[in-house]
């Protein structure tokens, strides 16, 4: 049998082979970005050449979902405020994020600027007005069935605490506990910041890193419904401003492409240079208008609307979060399930952001301002704007307005106001750098989670973030946008359920060595 001999040069070829194939399926950084990469690929294509097909069948699944497993989706994150009370209480709420002597790497006024924009903000801007304004014109069965909540004292209070519960406590407790799950293990316990690094502490290879990939779908499918609402939001408010049409079709095609501009180059800076400058801008301008629309109606009457709401809102909130009244199911399906269901699609994004920029806090700091800053922010918002208009005579006008279309709440509300036009504009453009800063922290912490911050990682993550925001400006369905959002949620709750109970395990077994 002859034997060949190997000749230098075929060693070199074969060596330059093996390092190939084991770069591809050795599941690490490059095998990740590649898979990441065909997916995006896949599901851009998708969206992009059958738009109507596309996003009709996948808001399919999540109406399934929700009607299957509504009661679980209120049930879980009610849970979840308590747990994150009760490891506030325990000896682990004194516990740094990345051991003992840590210092937290962002101030606290910039790391609160962070985690409120990444977590919601364009959502207020959209709803501030539309939502109490919904509950109150169409309250759910169980408010018109009852004296107490339904007469004329305590209707628009029950309005604005049906719009707290959708978006105070149980949402930030989600992305809390989310993000605590990632910091804990990647700051004290060493690991990567990913979802698969709750399971397990191998770094390549896994079989968990599929949890990775989910988290992704996740992040970009809430997103893109959000981003779709926000310019629907922005045409209808420009609309209002403007004297020439821009209702068509191409204009949100224009808007879209310049906010996409603008979220790559934020998502490029990185933290330092772009997301936490653009959130701090956000954060001035937030509290710039809400001072400005407190000022402008009646200060005292707002203050007294954020006590009397929060009371309705506290004393609803047991049985809001634990039964759906039978006679009130279809409600909670629109708002409550999907509020919360959305909250969940959003969490494996906002929590390893806050997770990131989290460390050097103690856990018992990073729960309770994580929960408890947004609420109130949220309280007070809402109580300014859509509480305000319960106060003044455009009621009906504003009632009109919402029926025919929820975008039109906002704008009706500010043409009553001295420098409507001027509170109108800044309106518009503080949804555009909101959901900037979503997006470009979306696209950060994709990168992150599929082990890959370089620019054409980036740069794949925006364009499949543009492919099915455009298959949804097609559609042009604001509810239709919703469901889309919360597509990715359906898996990732039970990933989310399942780091929660590791978390009670670290909790109970942590002998405060960290």
């Given at each position: 049998m002859k034997k060949t001999i190997a000749r230098p040069d075929d060693l070199s070829n074969k060596s330059k082979i093996s390092a190939v194939k084991a770069r591809v399926f050795n599941h690490g950084s490059l095998s990740k970005e590649a898979i990441g990469f065909i997916s995006c690929?896949?599901?851009?294509?998708?969206?992009?050449?059958?738009?109507?097909?596309?996003?009709?069948?996948?808001?399919?699944?999540?109406?399934?979902?929700?009607?299957?497993?509504?009661?679980?989706?209120?049930?879980?994150?009610?849970?979840?405020?308590?747990l994150s009370l009760v490891i506030a209480c325990t000896p682990f709420g004194k516990v740094r994020l990345g051991g003992k002597g840590e210092k937290p790497e962002f101030g606290f006024i910039s790391w609160t600027a962070m985690l409120f924009a990444a977590g919601m903000g364009s959502g207020l801007i959209f709803w501030g007005v539309a939502e109490p304004i919904v509950h109150f014109a169409h309250p759910p069965a169980f408010v018109t069935e009852s004296p107490?909540?339904?007469?004329?004292?305590?209707?628009?209070?029950?309005?604005?605490?049906?719009?707290?519960?959708?978006?105070?406590?149980?949402?930030?407790?989600?992305?809390?506990?989310?993000?605590?799950?990632?910091?804990?293990?990647?700051?004290?316990?060493?690991?990567?910041?990913?979802?698969?690094?709750?399971?397990?502490?191998?770094?390549?290879?896994?079989?968990?890193?599929?949890?990775?990939?989910?988290?992704?779908?996740?992040?970009?499918?809430?997103?893109?419904?959000?981003?779709?609402n926000t310019i629907a939001l922005v045409q209808s408010g420009l609309q209002h401003l403007v004297p020439w049409d821009i209702a068509g079709l191409m204009f949100r095609l224009v808007l879209l492409l310049a906010i996409a501009l603008a979220f790559t180059v934020s998502s490029t800076l990185g933290l330092e240079k772009g997301i936490k400058q653009m959130s701090l801008f956000n954060l001035l301008f937030v509290v710039a208008m809400l001072v400005a629309v407190i000022s402008l109606v009646d200060p005292i009457q707002v203050a007294g609307t954020v006590i009397t709401s929060t009371a309705s809102y506290l004393s609803l909130l047991p049985s809001l979060s634990f039964s759906i009244d039978p006679d009130s199911r279809t409600w909670s399906e629109g708002w409550s399930i999907i509020y919360f269901v959305w909250w969940i699609a959003w969490a494996p994004f906002v929590g390893p952001f806050i997770a990131r920029i989290s460390r050097g806090r103690s856990v018992r700091q990073y729960l309770l301002c994580t929960i408890f800053i947004p609420t109130i922010t949220t309280i007070v918002w809402f109580s300014a704007f859509g509480g305000s208009v319960f106060e003044m005579s455009i009621l009906d006008d504003v009632i009109a307005a919402t029926n025919k279309d929820v975008t039109n709440g906002l704008f009706t509300f500010f043409e009553y106001l001295p420098y409507g036009n001027i509170l109108a504009f800044s309106a518009i453009l503080l949804l555009?750098?909101?959901?900037?800063?979503?997006?470009?922290?979306?696209?950060?912490?994709?990168?992150?989670?599929?082990?890959?911050?370089?620019?054409?990682?980036?740069?794949?993550?925006?364009?499949?973030?543009?492919?099915?925001?455009?298959?949804?400006?097609?559609?042009?369905?604001?509810?239709?946008?919703?469901?889309?959002?919360?597509?990715?949620?359906?898996?990732?709750?039970?990933?989310?359920?399942?780091?929660?109970?590791?978390?009670?395990?670290e909790v109970i077994t942590h002998k405060g060595t960290s």
């Open positions: 690929l896949l599901l851009a294509s998708v969206f992009l050449l059958f738009p109507e097909t596309a996003v009709t069948f996948a808001a399919s699944i999540s109406d399934h979902a929700i009607k299957e497993f509504g009661l679980g989706f209120i049930v879980f994150p009610s849970l979840l405020v308590i107490l909540l339904s007469n004329a004292a305590n209707a628009k209070d029950t309005a604005l605490a049906l719009t707290y519960f959708h978006w105070g406590v149980h949402a930030w407790a989600v992305y809390a506990i989310s993000g605590l799950v990632m910091a804990w293990f990647a700051f004290n316990r060493s690991r990567s910041m990913t979802i698969s690094a709750s399971f397990t502490d191998k770094a390549k290879g896994s079989k968990f890193q599929v949890f990775d990939f989910l988290a992704v779908i996740a992040v970009i499918f809430g997103v893109a419904g959000t981003l779709a555009v750098t909101f959901v900037i800063t979503s997006a470009d922290s979306a696209i950060f912490v994709s990168g992150m989670l599929t082990g890959s911050s370089k620019l054409r990682s980036k740069l794949m993550w925006s364009l499949t973030l543009v492919a099915i925001t455009t298959a949804l400006i097609l559609k042009n369905d604001i509810n239709l946008n919703k469901q889309i959002a919360i597509l990715g949620a359906v898996p990732f709750t039970l990933i989310l359920l399942a780091q929660t109970c590791i978390l009670i395990k």
